[in-house]
């Protein structure tokens, strides 16, 4: 058997990362901050040191002291989780399958790609819509689909906070897509003067927000997320190996990533749920 019969493992390793990075819809964008720092270092969980905030200033009253408050600091933490798949072809199948030579392990290669992409991200989705300190709120009834009403609902939950240039992007089911569409108040992608908002996934846009669909999400719910609420953090990005089982007569082919997913400013997510027909 000659050596160029076998795709070298770096050479894997290298595609595959090409695939994960393309194919997602909130994993990329503005809502999330990717963090390598876990890369090479010991133990399995990771903790978010965060600054508490003071309060206003007190009004003050001549010859009254000051009271002073504690300066604070909190933390949250991620434990690392594994994922990972295994494909075996067998020789037989590798001689007559169509496609020829090399072309399950292409279609191995691009599937893993595809997976360990639709994973981090389907995680960060579920982080987003169950992280404790999001804000939630169901639409007033009558506002049973997708468009302006739904999203002012959203936006109401910031209060003076909602400024439209803090926001990473909204995210929607499919099932809401036709809504979307005909909603007046919805820019289509293709009428989007502004470069900044064209990237993959998105398919306009309301209040000057990109919208993205993703059926990661639950039909009837969608996010409005502001920049960098969410932390994808890499132990160690996916990683494809290849062995040969000569008794079975076959190839395995496995992948496997180390990452953790957290809300690290759930008062960023908006959690809207649209009220029943």
Same mark, same amino acid.
């Given at each position: 058997m000659a050596a160029g019969d076998f795709i070298a493992p770096e050479v894997w390793a290298d595609l595959t990362q090409a695939s994960f990075t393309g194919k997602v819809k909130v994993l990329g964008s503005p809502a999330v901050i990717e963090d390598n720092t876990l890369v090479g270092q010991p133990g399995e969980t990771i903790s978010f040191p965060k600054w508490g905030a003071l309060n206003d200033l007190d009004d003050l009253t001549v010859g009254t002291p000051m009271v002073p408050v504690e300066l604070e600091q909190t933390d949250s933490s991620a434990t690392i989780k594994e994922a990972g798949k295994a494909v075996k072809v067998n020789d037989r199948d590798k001689l007559t399958m169509l496609g020829g030579t090399g072309a399950a392990e292409n279609e191995t290669l691009r599937q893993f790609g595809v997976l360990a992409a639709r994973k981090v991200d389907g995680d960060l989705i579920t982080e987003a819509r169950t992280a404790a300190g999001r804000l /939630?709120?169901?639409?007033? =009834?009558? &506002? /049973?689909?997708?468009?302006? =009403?739904? &999203?002012?609902?959203?936006f109401a939950l910031f209060g003076d906070e909602a400024e439209p240039e803090e926001f990473a992007g909204i995210y929607v089911h499919s099932a809401q897509?036709?809504?979307?569409?005909?909603?007046?108040d919805f820019t289509d992608v293709s009428k989007i003067g502004d470069q900044s908002l064209l990237r993959r996934g998105v398919v306009g846009a309301i209040r000057g927000v990109p919208v993205s669909v993703s059926n990661r999400l639950t039909e009837g719910d969608f996010l409005l997320m502001k920049r960098g609420v969410l932390g994808a953090l890499y132990k160690r990005r996916p990683l494809v190996e290849q062995d040969r089982d000569i008794l079975a007569r076959q190839d395995v082919y496995t992948t496997n990533i180390h990452y953790a997913v957290k809300a690290i400013t759930p008062s960023g997510i908006a959690h809207v749920t649209l009220a029943a027909a």
């Open positions: /939630t709120a169901t639409t007033a =009834a009558g &506002v /049973t689909t997708f468009g302006k =009403a739904a &999203v002012n609902t959203a897509l036709n809504e979307l569409f005909d909603s007046a």
